[in-house]
């Protein structure tokens, strides 16, 4: 059974930072590309990042560049999406989820394989 779960998620002052994580059980991440999306209430999935396989290439959406970091450790089988100066425009569901693809094919959530069920990041005063 291959699966993914997400974490790190929770309530944060604007400004402030977490760091969510992906960590695959029943399949090996090495040779996917991992992608994070979000949704927020009344909106569509949207992508936030992309990380190959390799990690030697990333993407991020325009509205978290410079803020937002997508990193990974194949050896614990584990993507980090490390977030910082939190906005409350970040409010959303925060999912991972898994491309067959050595690379990033883009944000069309139907072109990736494997999700999980999501986090809550919360930013508010």
């Known amino acids: 059974q291959l699966q993914l779960v997400e974490s790190g998620g929770g309530l944060v002052q604007p400004g402030g930072s977490l760091r969510l994580s992906c960590a695959a059980s029943?399949?090996?991440?090495?040779?996917?590309?991992i992608a994070w999306f979000r949704q927020a209430p009344g909106k569509e999935r949207g992508g936030v990042s992309c990380?190959?396989?390799?990690?030697?290439?990333?993407n991020y959406a325009h509205s978290v560049k410079g803020r937002f970091t997508i990193s990974r450790d194949n050896a614990k089988n584990t993507v980090y999406l490390q977030m910082n100066s939190l906005k409350p425009e970040d409010t959303a569901v925060y999912y991972c989820?898994?491309?067959?693809?050595?690379?990033?094919?883009?944000?069309?959530?139907?072109?990736?394989?494997?999700w999980g069920q999501g986090t809550q990041v919360t930013v508010s005063s």
């Open positions: 990380i190959d396989s390799s990690g030697s290439d990333t």
């Open positions: 989820a898994a491309d067959t693809l050595y690379y990033c094919s883009g944000y069309a959530p139907s072109e990736y394989d494997y």
């Open positions: 029943g399949f090996t991440l090495e040779h996917y590309a």
